[in-house]
């Protein structure tokens, strides 16, 4: 399936100045920041190239007050996990009026917690995979080997907090779930076990709340792991994924679906496995601030729909204006403070 380069949905009229003073937030201090480091410098170069009046900003070296005291009118949000995915970036700038890219305050911290966000989706009826949660401590080979029983003797085990499967591990023996749980538990206090699902993983970026084109993703590792994503020459991404045209409409739907059943907003990503024993569609997880690295999933997506990367990081900057003032500025209207 073609796509014009030219899809107006996705062209910007906005003129640079009007952008005003934008903050790339990359670094951080989560397990993600050399990953959050190299999408906020293409963030930021692909700004500069588009005459946005960007500034990088690293909460680690620059401190979050240079977000409030430095007259920055909005914020592109490229920090991955904790500090950046998860609710925290997005409550310090509400309190200080400052507009900002993608999900809000409640949207994030759900989408960041893997198990809250399946109890959502299973409540809502949509499609998951068989799970338990075990907390950090020491777990015995009998409890082991009875999780191991209730999730068909194959598990993957993931801290439920972290994102770009840091700490994550294929399980199939009481000892190796002990191990896989032990080592999970330097990430999380609280740690996933998921049914381990025999198939093909998909992706599908959302852009404007809308899906773009779907990712299949084929590794010779054991699963998509932070290697297979960052530091591997042998990952193979299709796109298109290779599904009809039914299929990939049904994805999209459940997608947009999905994205949207948590509060999510503007733009993201929805993993999915394809259950190669049921042929059913498995959802894993929402990733709200997605990676924008040449390797990143959501450019490879926004390419085959004939949005270039320029196009997209401005479409993302563009979330921002739907958040004009923030949340704590529409309070004191409502309240009458400040009049």
């Not at 030219?6 to 993600?32: C, I, L, M």
């Amino acid at each position: 399936m073609s796509h014009p380069a030219n899809d107006k949905s996705f062209q910007v009229s906005r003129s640079p100045k009007e952008y005003g003073k934008v903050a790339v937030v990359y670094g951080g201090f989560s397990a993600e920041r050399e990953i959050s480091l190299i999408s906020g410098e293409t963030v930021h170069k692909a700004l500069v190239e588009a005459g946005v009046d960007a500034h990088k900003v690293d909460p680690k070296s620059d401190g979050l007050e240079a977000l409030s005291t430095q007259g920055f009118d909005r914020v592109w949000n490229a920090l991955h996990g904790r500090g950046g995915e998860d609710g925290v970036i997005q409550g310090f700038l509400e309190l200080h009026q400052i507009p900002y890219t993608g999900c809000g305050v409640m949207a994030s911290a759900i989408a960041m917690d893997k198990l809250r966000t399946k109890l959502l989706w299973s409540a809502q009826g949509l499609p998951v995979a068989k799970h338990r949660m075990v907390t950090t401590g020491e777990l015995s080979f009998d409890r082991a080997q009875e999780l191991l029983d209730e999730l068909n003797g194959c598990v993957m085990v993931k801290p439920i907090h972290e994102g770009s499967s840091v700490g994550m591990a294929r399980a199939d023996s009481p000892e190796s779930l002990q191990r896989a749980v032990a080592d999970a538990a330097q990430f999380d206090q609280e740690i996933m076990l998921e049914q381990w699902i025999y198939g093909e993983e998909y992706t599908v970026s959302i852009l404007n709340g809308k899906a773009l084109p779907s990712i299949r993703v084929k590794t010779p590792h054991a699963f998509y792991d932070f290697t297979a994503k960052y530091n591997s020459n042998s990952t193979e991404y299709h796109c298109p994924s290779g599904l009809s045209e039914s299929e990939e409409s049904e994805l999209a739907t459940l997608s947009e679906k999905a994205f949207k059943s948590l509060g999510c907003y503007g733009w993201g990503r929805v993993d999915f496995m394809l259950d190669g024993q049921t042929g059913d569609w498995l959802l894993l997880e929402v990733n709200t601030v997605p990676g924008m690295t040449q390797s990143s999933l959501v450019p490879k997506a926004a390419k085959a729909k004939g949005v270039s990367f320029e196009q997209l990081v401005l479409n993302v900057l563009e979330t921002s204006f739907e958040r004009q003032g923030g949340l704590f500025k529409s309070v004191l209207s409502a309240e009458g403070v400040g009049e």
